[in-house]
Every structure is written in structure tokens, then in C-alpha cells.
């Protein structure tokens, strides 16, 4: 162990990344509701009023259920859940935490078609979303997982803690809301400034901006620094698409949060949350979705998010609905007039039966249908893929994913669909290599897919695409390829800096803690947490000052996203893994169980403990821990596994 003294030119990234956003460095402006942005703002007032975000969270009240509460009853796998009124209170009786039938009241109302669903209050300050919604088009009860059985037992019961609303809900259907969760008492207290998604969810605090509005920006009256000309920590402009793009993805992507809440407005994506790679079970080997991932990580690997398009180029921010229907839409720039501000655009009549091939008019002929595969989630709620792509038959032969051809022409397969697109567009560019063969062969556990993975993360593909190949080649990493790799640490993308830091575990002891030190001080919380992360096991004894305190409070950073998300099982188990990277076997043990108490399914944990109690001589714990993991995972192969090993 020695101590290093390095030389460090600036990173690349610091010299090509986007200047973040004006953010206070003073204290915050207050929030003051939407009511007092629409004594001012009144077409954006009514165009929000009664939209997706305005109705995300609403108070119980008779105007705003939907379902049935006159005693209506839906049983599911034998158990029976009743709706009932009375007077002003809403009620659902169902098998609570213990299995017994008890009466809740409603304590919330979530969204408004074509669903609605309610939480309940299942003790002081923790909420719970229920799992039986009401489906709004066909007015009935269902449930969202018809197939599963989910007693009290399971994790994903309505109880769980995978449906705390608190934590795994609440901040996308509230403005300025805080988790606040305890862990020492396994309690929440969180707050929010508004219920819905108001005005400053998007905007930011209104306090500084009422007081420019009233020409008092004045020294005495203008406690503020880091705010825009007109008193926001946001600034929306004209030409620049990815400020409005992250703030709309902080809820519209599938992630894992980094801070305790809602960010303030205008905070960079990746200094407040870690958004999924394509990886399983969330996408298909060709980025298509999958499981429920809500658009960013499609977006970002489709050229319109290449070429500049915005969600508002689409979508009415205020009204949270697109601005036109069906193939009007697209033909804004598809067509043969085609959008000054996007020259690269092909100009041709693409809503025709030259393009489309199917009878105008028709379902078939909808470039949605065709470019946006759909995936029915929360058992009726459809959501189009919007990586915008043209459909590779040829691939879904090659990697088993999906076609939007073979979604209508299931009959017909994939070999006739791929047949039908060389008939049709015979000098297509849309054939040839594709990522989706090489992240296929990786989650086969094919070693050979190393190769072309690395050369995936080198490529100029969108950065997501590369920063799953770069999480995809972890199990394979060497030296080799940690010297291979080693210039991403510095790639403007701050996904592939974040996702590139694990592989330098193979390089050099020298080389991993040099290549990784810069990222300490990386603008982004997102790759400062990934080095802290490496840098537990680093093999050095001192850092010079300057990083000694740049992996302290990187450190300190990452314990705070831990803390604030304790109440995860999956934050449990990366809290047992530190602790064995730091070999605090006690500490780690701690941790698996408090997984395995949160959700009695996580295998994994079980598993460690087990294997710990066993490698520190205490054989009648780990087996007394194995029987309790077997009678509540009795078919899990790995557990028996265990078993036969403890014998």
C-alpha cells in the first residue's frame, strides 16, 4: 500500500459536457402552489386543469372516485375485498400485513383513466397502493397481477414494501415531496408543498419569481443566488431541448433515486437518479421495452433524441397530451414539406400506401403501428415504445425480440415478415449489424460476446446502448480490457463514465485507483457514487489531500442516497456488500437479514447469510437460517442447493 501523487489533466467530459442549469446556492425559494401561478397564468392553467399530471394525486372525496364504493366485492385466489361508503369516508376491506380481513380507509386517489387506483394508511404516516384499481373504460374492478399469487407473505403483496407509496410512488405524483423516511424506526414523515403534479414540479419554486413579478428585486428583497432572470431554478429556452427532456424523465423513466425527493427543478437527471440500463428483464436484446420502463430509456436510443427532437415537440407540456392524433402526429415533420428545424429529414409522403402498404386509414396504417410497439401494462394502461424504430424481423429471429410485424401477423412469423420488408424496401438501411446479437450472446453467458461488446462501448452509439455493454461485460472483465476501456472515464456521457468505473477493478492496483480518482470530483452524483463505490476496494492506505477529500465526500454522498432509501431490500443488500468489501462480516449479516425482512423472496440474501453463518463456524445458525429461507422459498434450486451442502 503506498501513497499515490498524481498529475491529472482536466477530464474530457469537463471540457464537453452541457453547463448545468442555474441552481441556488443561497437558500431555496419557497413553493407556493399552483393556485397563485394561475392568477397570472390562465391558458396554462386550463390547459393543466383536469390532465394526467393536475389529477396524479388527488384527496378522496366523492368528485374525484371513479369506482364502485357501494359495496361492490372482487375476489382474486380466494380472497374477497369488498368497497364500501360511509358518509364521506371511502373504505376497501382486504387481507392486510397478517392475512386478516380488515376495513382501511381511503386515504388517496391515484391518476384518472384508464385506471384508477387508492392508497390506504396501514399504519401512522406509511401508505400502501392497493393492487385491485378500477378500470375506467369498462367501469369494474380487476386486478393489476391476475396471474400472480401474492399473499401477506410476499414482498409484492399490496402491503410490501415494493407498494409503499411513500417511497416508490409518491414523488412522481406530488410537487416538492421528501420520503423522510427513519430507518431506526422503520417510519415515514414525508411532505410534499402540493398533491399533483403543480406548476413548480416542472417550473420550480414561485417565491423569487413572485417577487420579481412585483419589480422588487432590490438587494434587501432578493435573498437568492444561482436563479434565473425571472427568479426560477430553471430556465426553458429556446434551441436547448435537454433541459425540458430530464426534467419531463425524472418521472418518466425507470430509475433508482439518488436524493431523499424531488429534486429542485432544473437539477441535471444524473445528479439525482440512476437510470436502468437495457438490461433484463426491463428490455429486449434490441432496447425494445419490455417490462413497464416509461420512455426515457427508449427515447434516448432513437435518432429523434439524436437530431434534437423534444418531448414538447409532441407532447403539450401543460395539457400532458399530444398536440395533434393519430398520423398528424408524425406528419408535422414526415412529409413532404418536412421542418425547417430538422434538415436532415427525408422529405417524402410517408402516410401513404406506398410507405405504410396497408389500407388508409387503417389500424395497420398508423405509423405507431409500426414504429412504436405497445405494451399493455397495470393490465390496461397500453404504453407505445418511443426509441421510434423501424421494424428488424431479423432480429427477432436472431434474439427471440419482438416485431411490430409479427405483433398483428402472428401467424405469419418472422420469417415471412423479414421476407415481406426485402420485397418491399429492397435497398433498406435498416438491416445488417445491430447490438442486439452481441447483448443477446452476453445473457447466454456467451464469453465470446467480450469482443463485440467492448466494441459496442467504444462506438458511437446513443450512450445508453453503451453503457449497458460496458455493464454487460463486468462478469468478463480483464486487464486487457480494463486499458481498452479506460477512456470512457472520461466520455461525455455521464452514463458510460458511471457504468465504465467497475471494469478498472481488472486494471493495474495503480492504474484502477488513478483512472478512478477524477471521477471523485465528477460533476455528476451519479458517477462520483459509482467511484466511491470502486474506491472501497482500492489498494492504497493514503490519497494525497486533495482526493482524500473528494472520496470522503463522495462517500458521505452515497451514504446518504443509502440512508435515504434504506427501506429498499435491494439498498439492504448492496449495504451486505459493502460491508464484506470492508470485512465487516457482522455488519453484513445485519444487512442481509434486514433484506430478507423486507422481502422474504430475496433469495440472494438468504443465501449470503447462510454461506457467512457457515465460513464463521456457526453451522446450527446457518442451518436453523436455511430452514426458515425454505419455508418461505420451498422451490428455490439454489437453497436446496445449500441444504445438500450442510448435510
Known amino acids: ?17 452541457t453547463a448545468p442549469a442555474p441552481q441556488p446556492t443561497a437558500r431555496i425559494p419557497a413553493y407556493v402552489g399552483s393556485e397563485t401561478c394561475a392568477t397570472c397564468h390562465a391558458p396554462e392553467t386550463a390547459e393543466w386543469t383536469g390532465s394526467h399530471h393536475d389529477l396524479a394525486w388527488t384527496e378522496p372525496t366523492a368528485d374525484n372516485i371513479l369506482g364502485d364504493f357501494n359495496g361492490a366485492a372482487f375476489t382474486h385466489r380466494g380472497v374477497t375485498t369488498t368497497f364500501s361508503r360511509d358518509g364521506d369516508r371511502f373504505f376497501i376491506e382486504s387481507d392486510g400485513p397478517d392475512g386478516a380481513s380488515t376495513p382501511w380507509p381511503v386515504a388517496g386517489v391515484i391518476g384518472i ?6 392508497f390506504v394508511e396501514t399504519v401512522p404516516g406509511r401508505f400502501q397502493s392497493f393492487d385491485i384499481p378500477w378500470d375506467t373504460t369498462r367501469h369494474e374492478w380487476y386486478h393489476m397481477y391476475p396471474d400472480e399469487h401474492l399473499p401477506a407473505t410476499d414482498a409484492f403483496h399490496w402491503t410490501g414494501p415494493y407498494k409503499t407509496w411513500n417511497s416508490r410512488c409518491a414523488e412522481c405524483h406530488a410537487t416538492d415531496y421528501v420520503r423522510n423516511y427513519q430507518p431506526e424506526t422503520n417510519t415515514y414523515a414525508s411532505t410534499y408543498s402540493e398533491i399533483g403534479v403543480g406548476c413548480e414540479a ?7 419569481h413572485l417577487t420579481w413579478a412585483e419589480n422588487e428585486r432590490r438587494p434587501e428583497n432578493w435573498p437568492w443566488d444561482g436563479l434565473s432572470e425571472y427568479g426560477f431554478t430553471v430556465v426553458y429556452r429556446a434551441g436547448d431541448t435537454e433541459t425540458g427532456i430530464q426534467q419531463c424523465a425524472g418521472c418518466h423513466s425507470r430509475r433508482g433515486p439518488l436524493l431523499g425527493g424531488s429534486p429542485v427543478p432544473g437539477t441535471p437527471y444524473h445528479a439525482a437518479y440512476r437510470l436502468s440500463t437495457l438490461r433484463e428483464p426491463l428490455y429486449h436484446p434490441d432496447g425494445q421495452i419490455r417490462d413497464e420502463v416509461y420512455v426515457y430509456g427508449s427515447f434516448l436510443q432513437s435518432k429523434m433524441y439524436e437530431k434534437g427532437v423534444a418531448c414538447s415537440d409532441c407532447h403539450n407540456v401543460h395539457a400532458g397530451a399530444p398536440d395533434n392524433e393519430g398520423n398528424d402526429i408524425c406528419t408535422t415533420c414526415h412529409s413532404p414539406a418536412g421542418n425547417p428545424r430538422f434538415p436532415s429529414l427525408r422529405l417524402a409522403a410517408y402516410d401513404s400506401p406506398e410507405h405504410h402498404f396497408h389500407q388508409q386509414g387503417s389500424e395497420g396504417a398508423q405509423c405507431a403501428s409500426c414504429h412504436m410497439i405497445e405494451r399493455t401494462y397495470m393490465g390496461v394502461d397500453g404504453r407505445r415504445d418511443h426509441s421510434f424504430r423501424v421494424p428488424r424481423p431479423d432480429l427477432s429471429i436472431a ?8 405483433d398483428c401477423h402472428a401467424e405469419e412469423g418472422p420469417y415471412w415478415a423479414q421476407a415481406e420488408l426485402e420485397k418491399r424496401f429492397p435497398d433498406s438501411q435498416y438491416r445488417g449489424p445491430h447490438f442486439a446479437t452481441a447483448f443477446h450472446a452476453a445473457r447466454q453467458g456467451d464469453p465470446v460476446a467480450a469482443d463485440g461488446l467492448a466494441g459496442i462501448a467504444l ?26 476501456l479506460a477512456p470512457l472515464l472520461e466520455d461525455a456521457d455521464p452514463m458510460v463514465r458511471a457504468n465504465a468505473a467497475p471494469l478498472q477493478r481488472s486494471a493495474a492496483p495503480q492504474d484502477m485507483v ?7 470530483e465528477d460533476p455528476m452524483l451519479l458517477v462520483r457514487q459509482a ?3 470502486e474506491m472501497l476496494s482500492a489498494p492504497v492506505a493514503s490519497l494525497p489531500d486533495r482526493w482524500a477529500t473528494a472520496q470522503k465526500t463522495a462517500t458521505a454522498e452515497w451514504q446518504e442516497t443509502l440512508g435515504a432509501t434504506a427501506d429498499f431490500p435491494e439498498t439492504q443488500l448492496a449495504l451486505g456488500g459493502i460491508a464484506l468489501t470492508t470485512r465487516n462480516v457482522d455488519g453484513a ?19 449470503m447469510i447462510v454461506r457467512l453463518e457457515a465460513a464463521t463456524g456457526d453451522e446450527d445458525a446457518a442451518r436453523e437460517t436455511l430452514a426458515d429461507a425454505l419455508a418461505r422459498n420451498p422451490d428455490d434450486p439454489g437453497l436446496q442447493n445449500l441444504e445438500l451442502q450442510l448435510r
Do not use: K
Not at 383513466?113 to 387508492?118: A, F
Not at 416542472?202 to 423569487?208: I, L, S, V
Not at 488513478?514 to 471523485?520: A, E, F, S
Not at 437479514?593 to 443465501?607: G, H, I, K, N, T
Open 113 to 118: 383513466t384508464p385506471l384508477q387506483q387508492y
Open 589 to 607: 449479516i445485519a444487512a442481509f437479514r434486514q433484506a430478507v425482512e423486507l422481502d422474504p423472496q430475496m433469495v440472494q440474501a438468504w443465501s
Open 514 to 520: 488513478q483512472n478512478l480518482l477524477p471521477l471523485l
Open 459 to 484: 462506438s458511437d452509439l446513443p450512450g445508453i446502448v453503451r453503457a449497458t455493454a460496458l455493464e454487460l461485460l463486468q462478469p468478463m472483465a480483464t486487464p486487457e480490457l480494463a486499458v481498452r
Open 1 to 17: 500500500m503506498t501513497t499515490l501523487v498524481l498529475m491529472l489533466a482536466p477530464p474530457l467530459y469537463a471540457q464537453t459536457a
Open 399 to 406: 434474439t427471440g425480440a419482438p416485431n411490430t410485424c409479427t
Open 531 to 533: 467511484a466511491a463505490r
Open 202 to 208: 416542472c417550473h420550480g419554486p414561485g417565491e423569487a
